[in-house]
């Protein structure tokens, strides 16, 4: 059941288009792996039938599930630790300090995927700096695939999702349990404004922003790509915000005007003063 070398280029320029992930010519595998499932959920004998049903047609829901089904969800709670220690130590008392006559915060998780990050970051920010309580404090969060937006927006997890990287207190405080899973509580879901954006396209009109949480995205697209995206971020940046990238992830080579800031095991970037 394997896909023939022009239906693997009709799904790589397809998913190209719509979403800038690039599928290099070795992930045929990975096409076929994910697309047969979403071929028999949709009642197609095999791929071949679903790919032949998406070319003479514009674009449209299956189009939209088949893009999704090739982009990579994977995160966690706290994903690699560090990041979340660098604000918590270091970038939020700073920022408490800065803005404290404005009282103002932006946060962006840019491709949250199922929403364990701006969770974490809710999660940390009520923990920890009790003080923003009565700050307007805004966290977007936003996502390509409208299947992971809506698994954010509800919050439920599964219990092995909940075991990795979430402290056992914090999943005693803040989430409610429900059979096996177990969803974060209401006045914290409240506090993020999810959003469907494309990366790669028009974003909608958002704040300026304290930090920026655009990890293990830029991975997937072409170097044009980066480059422009890189090049938005940095407009919408304050110019002491912090951007965090995923830690395979860097911005040297593609935008030389952000440059490294290291704090203890993590490195983020911020715009480099003229
Ligand atoms: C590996 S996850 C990263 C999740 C989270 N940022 C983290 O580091 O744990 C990558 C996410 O990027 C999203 N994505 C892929 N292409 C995108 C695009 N063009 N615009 C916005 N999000 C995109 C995918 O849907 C996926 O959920």
Known sequence: MTMTASEFDCIRRLVLEESAIVLEADKQYLAESRLLPLARREGFDSISSLIASLVPKKFDGLHRKVVEAMTTNETSFFRDFHPFEALRK???????????????????????SSGQEPYSLVMLLQNEFPSLADWNVRIVASELSTEMLARAQEGRYSQLEVNRGLPASLLVKYFQQHGSDWQIREDLRRQVEFRTVNLAENWPPLPPMDVVLMRNVLIYFGLDTKKRILGRVRQLLRPDGFLFLGGTETTFNLDDAFERVRFDRTICYQVRKA
């Open 90 to 112: 270091s970038i939020l008392p700073e920022f408490i300090m800065r803005r404290a006559s404005s009282k103002e915060l932006n946060f962006w998780s840019a491709a949250c």
